[in-house]
């Protein structure tokens, strides 16, 4: 395994970790936290989707367009995905707490996340943009 691909693996996995954090606590109602989980997640989410594509310039020959949708396809699945899945483990974190406690009132805030997910998957749309316009500008010689 590279080192690239254990960056981004272990990179994937502490977006995964920090969510699933981030929903727990919430699904506990009223506990105090010392950091906001919800800016972590879109943080990590962002730098996640920002390094993949940046590797994926940098690391191949160049791609062709059809190539670019597909790849940014690819990382706006894995958004969607990490974002299914919390709110799968919200889901199932509330039915727990409900059978646990007698109060259901305590229930995660998804809008924080499903917003870091939509910046995310704008980043996507917006550096795949860049680099098409970015690779029809420097090869005329191309079309």
């Not at 690239?4 to 109602?29: E, P, R």
């Not at 990590?44 to 949708?69: D, G």
């Not at 990490?82 to 039915?95: C, K, N, P, Q």
């Not at 998957?121 to 550096?127: E, N, S, V, Y």
Request: hydrophobic share 50%.
């Amino acid at each position: 395994m590279s080192r690239y691909t254990a960056f981004h693996s272990n990179l994937a996995l502490l977006v995964v970790i920090v969510g699933i954090a981030g929903v727990l606590h919430d699904s506990m109602g009223s506990v105090p936290g010392y950091m906001n989980l919800h800016a972590v997640f879109g943080v990590l989410l962002w730098v996640s989707v920002v390094a993949r594509f940046h590797r994926r310039l940098h690391q191949s020959p160049p791609m062709l367009p059809i190539e670019i949708r597909e790849f940014s396809r690819h990382l706006s699945r894995l958004v969607y995905l990490m974002l299914y899945m919390l709110m799968f483990i919200s889901l199932t974190a509330r039915a727990v707490a409900c059978v646990w406690r007698t109060d259901c009132s305590a229930a995660p805030d998804l809008q924080g996340y499903l917003g870091y997910g939509v910046i995310a998957l704008i980043t996507i749309r917006g550096l795949a943009a860049l680099y098409r316009h970015r690779a029809w500008t420097l090869a005329p010689a191309a079309r």
